[in-house]
């Protein structure tokens, strides 16, 4: 009988399972019963926690899943590490009991001893105290494992994580908070920051963004990567010249250590699809709604008294088109501000006859309705919709409009900021940048799967072309119906010419070679011609053989998973 430890690591912030740091493991098996398996790890971890005189709450949380099942326990920030430790010998325990041939006999005191040593050298008492007075304080602290600061933004104060001040010394009053939002989502998730951001400039303000492609203050890109974690958000916090924050909050990041804050002003959800599932035990599109909808707490009872305290609005922008968002609305304990294209979707009639906030499309303008309605901007007038076709942009403008309203921006701003954001790589990098070269028309997007793919085909739908041509890829730990199901999608639109561009470093398990050939196969038997279907060695390669191929009045779409700069320079030579 196969047991298997997938992974064990620390939560910082409020999580999928709880509303507190700890340490979570993740665990998988196919043939034992999963409830004996959880009593089972429950019974170590009771007893560990009991040699260890472990005081730190012996309550345990868990999620079974198909093939597996997450243990978390509750720890202080000082003790994560430990509290890894800790799952990791009950698991250990657990496994020896139910299948002894598949591990080492545990020399059980020499665990806990080396345990009881780890607990007392990650001690730091002046650090918990803290925490705890921040809390009292209503000031927001920001832990790692190399600082600690307090407040944000330009009162932000940040010191050595083992030279901290001492909590006594501390003038609480010196520390404010700047407004933040939470952005996820399946897609539309960096759209909407940059967006939100420019919106913010327009109202005076310098906004911090945080997102998968960098983390920028202003004009300034202080680093690039994917920083749409917790520490992408305290860099940003901490940092003096941030006046106002909007963090994209990924679903990696969610899983891997929780919320970065444990309060936010507003936060925005743009859609629920299926991607990444069978990471982390999500493996169904409504496991993901759960974990997106984490957001909420930031904003929900875990912030009330802190909101109270900081006269905050906390609300939750969602999308009205969204099935399952949409159920799981009368679930927020907090004020909710839907958006919808259509002003007919049944939540935005009804939060317009209630006179709740809420987004919408009406004779070709964005309207704000709360109370009274509000024309924002006309869509023809909005760059990023170009002049309409691009539908997903309009979702996306009324998600930031709707989390705008919410942080008190004024509407001269939200419409200023609407003008100046366009589908340029210069304001969205990697989202529908459009170029124009001999005639031919190409967009490069970053979308990589089904539901961002068919919204940028949506689009090009509508423009006027002779022919289209499409590249496009896939990551290698895609399923062969993810994969087959994106396939479908393209087809849909008839192009004349399929790019099948292979990304090596995104393989992840597959051979070179394997998602192209799966891919050849699946056109072929959907009756494209083997003429019609180019293999490329990457998307600089697939682009270089559409420029050569398409024909002025053609468009050209590439998905571009990789290289991007290389493909944005070869369309603007």
């Given at each position: ?6 992974e064990v690591?620390?939560?910082t ?26 009593h089972c790890?429950q019974k170590?971890?009771l ?11 012996k ?5 079974f899943?198909?093939g597996g099942?997450s ?6 920030m000082d003790l994560?590490?430990?509290?890894c ?14 299948s002894?041939?598949?591990?080492e006999?545990i020399d059980?005191d ?13 001690r ?5 105290q ?5 809390k009292l ?11 600690l ?10 010191w ?6 001492s ?5 609480w009053?010196?520390?404010?908070s ?12 960096s759209?909407?920051?940059?967006l ?5 400039k ?23 990567g994917?920083y ?6 305290r860099m940003?916090?901490?940092d003096?010249r ?5 963090l994209e909050v990924?679903?990696?990041?969610l899983?891997?250590?929780?919320l970065p ?17 069978g990471?982390y035990?999500i ?7 759960q ?5 909420s ?34 679930s ?5 501000c839907w ?18 906030p809420?987004a919408?499309?009406?004779?070709g303008?964005?309207?704000?309705s709360?109370?009274?309605?509000t ?23 009324l ?8 942080l008190g ?9 609407l ?24 967009i ?7 539901h961002?793919?068919?919204a ?6 509508k423009?006027?072309?002779?022919h289209i041509?499409v590249?496009?890829?896939h ?24 790019v099948?561009?292979?990304i ?24 494209i ?5 180019l293999l ?15 024909k002025?009045?053609?468009?050209v779409?590439?998905?571009?998973l990789?290289?991007r ?6 369309l603007?030579?």
């Amino acid at each position: 009988m196969a047991f298997i430890l997938d992974e064990v690591r620390r939560l910082t912030g409020p999580n999928l399972l709880s509303d507190e740091p700890g340490a979570i493991a993740d665990v998988l098996f196919s043939e034992a019963n999963p409830q004996i398996v959880l009593h089972c790890w429950q019974k170590h971890l009771l007893e560990c926690q009991n040699a260890l005189d472990w005081a730190y709450g012996k309550n345990t949380y868990q999620r079974f899943y198909k093939g597996g099942l997450s243990v978390s326990i509750p720890a202080p920030m000082d003790l994560l590490y430990s509290a890894c430790d800790l799952l990791e010998l009950a698991w250990d325990l657990c496994v020896q009991e139910l299948s002894p041939s598949n591990i080492e006999s545990i020399d059980i005191d020499e665990r806990l001893e080396a345990l009881k040593q780890s607990i007392k050298e990650e001690r730091h008492p002046a650090l918990i105290q803290l925490i705890e007075q921040a809390k009292l304080h209503n000031v927001v602290c920001l832990a790692d494992d190399d600082e600690l600061s307090l407040g944000t933004g330009p009162s932000a104060e940040t010191w050595p994580i083992d030279d901290i001040t001492s909590a006594s010394s501390v003038n609480w009053s010196a520390y404010k908070s700047v407004p933040l939002a939470l952005i996820t989502g399946t897609n539309g998730k960096s759209t909407s920051v940059r967006l939100a951001a420019e919106i913010a400039k327009a109202g005076g303000m310098c906004a911090g963004v945080t997102s998968t492609d960098f983390i920028k203050v202003g004009d300034t890109i202080i680093d690039e990567g994917d920083y749409s974690g917790p520490g992408g958000a305290r860099m940003l916090l901490r940092d003096k010249r941030t006046e106002i924050a909007f963090l994209e909050v990924a679903r990696g990041g969610l899983l891997r250590r929780g919320l970065p804050v444990n309060h936010a002003d507003a936060a925005l959800i743009t859609n629920v699809a299926s991607d990444h599932l069978g990471q982390y035990g999500i493996n169904t599109v409504d496991d993901i709604a759960q974990v997106k909808t984490m957001v909420s707490k930031a904003i929900g009872p875990l912030a009330a008294d802190y909101a109270e305290q900081q006269n905050e609005p906390r609300v939750l922008v969602l999308n009205a088109d969204d099935p399952r968002l949409a159920a799981m609305g009368k679930s927020f304990d907090m004020p909710l501000c839907w958006f919808s294209p259509n002003p007919h979707n049944p939540l935005i009639v009804e939060a317009i006859k209630q006179q709740r906030p809420c987004a919408y499309v009406k004779d070709g303008e964005l309207v704000y309705s709360h109370i009274t309605s509000t024309n924002i901007a006309r869509i023809n007038e909005v760059p990023m919709t170009i002049k309409g076709t691009a539908t997903h942009n309009i979702q996306n403008a009324l998600g930031v409009i709707g989390l705008c309203k919410a942080l008190g921006i004024d509407d001269a701003a939200i419409k200023a900021g609407l003008h100046n954001f366009a589908s340029s790589a210069k304001d969205n990098p990697g989202r529908g940048n459009i170029y124009e070269l001999n005639g031919i028309t190409f967009i490069v997007d970053f979308a990589h799967n089904g539901h961002s793919m068919q919204a940028v085909m949506n689009m090009a739908s509508k423009m006027p072309a002779k022919h289209i041509h499409v590249m496009f890829s896939h990551a290698g730990d895609r399923s062969d119906q993810d994969i087959q199901d994106v396939t479908n999608a393209v087809l849909k639109l008839a192009p004349s010419t399929y790019v099948l561009a292979e990304i090596e470093q995104y393989l992840r398990g597959r051979k070179f070679g394997d998602i192209s050939n799966l891919v050849r196969q699946h056109l072929l038997d959907n009756n494209i011609s083997r003429d019609d279907i180019l293999l490329a060695a990457n998307p600089v390669h697939g682009t270089e053989q559409l420029l050569t191929k398409a024909k002025a009045g053609d468009l050209v779409l590439l998905f571009v998973l990789s290289d991007r700069e290389e493909v944005q320079a070869l369309l603007q030579t």
